[in-house]
């Protein structure tokens, strides 16, 4: 199966095991809701601006330029599951549990990978999560199953699950993302079979 016919397949499964009833609200740089909800989880999209109040580091410009290699443009806001107070809770105990644990980087490189080049090598470290994948093993608990294992979620597959989209233009890739790109489409003049429809380089 080409890299293009499984994400293909991919997205139709999330889009048929999408929860009804959920609500997303999207809050513009600087604002936030004026109280949370035990269960709800937020995606943060990055930027490209400078300082600690939301500046995005080489590794989140590296997720950025993956999940767009996946899904092209997606955001990133407040999702309001629907979930039982019981399921509430056993996401947000799980997630308690993980409370100190230490950054999956061995997971992001083996993700990064995976979603840059289309390989289904999977790599990761038992007990340690990047972010997407922690809320994605922690929401487990309001749905049946995601199509994709939560080590190998990336916020954007998270968003696209959940169809949680502002509808506003994302800020560009920036020089790291579009090398990357570069890069994919470089790969892919070797490893495209006949038939195989073209990359999708994403955003630029």
Same mark, same amino acid.
């Given at each position: #199966?080409?890299?293009?016919?499984?994400?293909?397949?991919?997205?139709?499964?999330?889009?048929?095991?999408? %929860?009804?009833?959920?609500?997303?609200?999207?809050? %513009? %740089?600087?604002?936030?809701?004026?109280?949370?909800?035990?269960?709800?989880?937020? $995606?943060?999209?990055?930027?490209?601006?400078?300082?600690?109040?939301?500046?995005?580091?080489?590794? *989140?410009?590296?997720?950025?330029?993956?999940?767009?290699?996946?899904?092209?443009?997606?955001?990133?806001?407040?999702?309001?599951?629907?979930?039982?107070?019981?399921?509430?809770?056993?996401?947000?105990?799980?997630?308690?549990?993980?409370?100190?644990?230490?950054?999956?980087?061995?997971?992001?490189?083996? /993700?990064?990978?995976?979603?840059?080049? *289309?390989?289904? /090598?999977?790599?990761? #470290? !038992?007990?340690?999560?990047?972010?997407?994948?922690?809320?994605?093993?922690?929401?487990?608990?309001?749905?049946?199953?995601? +199509?994709?294992? %939560?080590?190998? #979620? #990336?916020?954007?597959?998270?968003?696209?699950?959940? !169809?949680?989209?502002?509808?506003?233009?994302?800020?560009?890739?920036?020089?790291?993302?579009? /090398? /990357?790109? $570069?890069?994919? $489409?470089?790969?892919?003049?070797?490893?495209?079979?006949?038939?195989?429809?073209?990359?999708? +380089?994403?955003?630029?």
């Amino acid at each position: #199966m080409g890299i293009r016919s499984k994400e293909d397949r991919i997205r139709t499964l999330m889009r048929e095991r999408r %929860p009804a009833d959920v609500a997303v609200s999207h809050y %513009p %740089p600087g604002e936030a809701p004026e109280r949370f909800v035990a269960g709800d989880f937020t $995606l943060h999209r990055a930027t490209d601006t400078k300082g600690r109040q939301g500046a995005t580091t080489t590794l *989140g410009k590296l997720i950025q330029a993956g999940e767009r290699r996946r899904f092209g443009n997606s955001d990133y806001i407040v999702v309001h599951v629907s979930a039982s107070p019981q399921q509430r809770e056993l996401a947000c105990g799980f997630a308690r549990t993980r409370v100190g644990d230490s950054y999956g980087i061995v997971n992001f490189i083996g /993700l990064g990978v995976q979603a840059l080049f *289309g390989w289904t /090598l999977s790599v990761h #470290m !038992d007990g340690q999560f990047i972010c997407s994948g922690l809320v994605s093993r922690a929401t487990e608990k309001y749905i049946e199953a995601y +199509p994709r294992s %939560p080590e190998d #979620m #990336m916020p954007g597959d998270l968003a696209y699950f959940w !169809d949680a989209s502002s509808g506003e233009p994302l800020p560009a890739l920036g020089l790291l993302g579009r /090398l /990357l790109n $570069l890069l994919v $489409l470089f790969v892919d003049l070797f490893r495209r079979r006949r038939g195989d429809p073209a990359p999708d +380089p994403g955003s630029r």
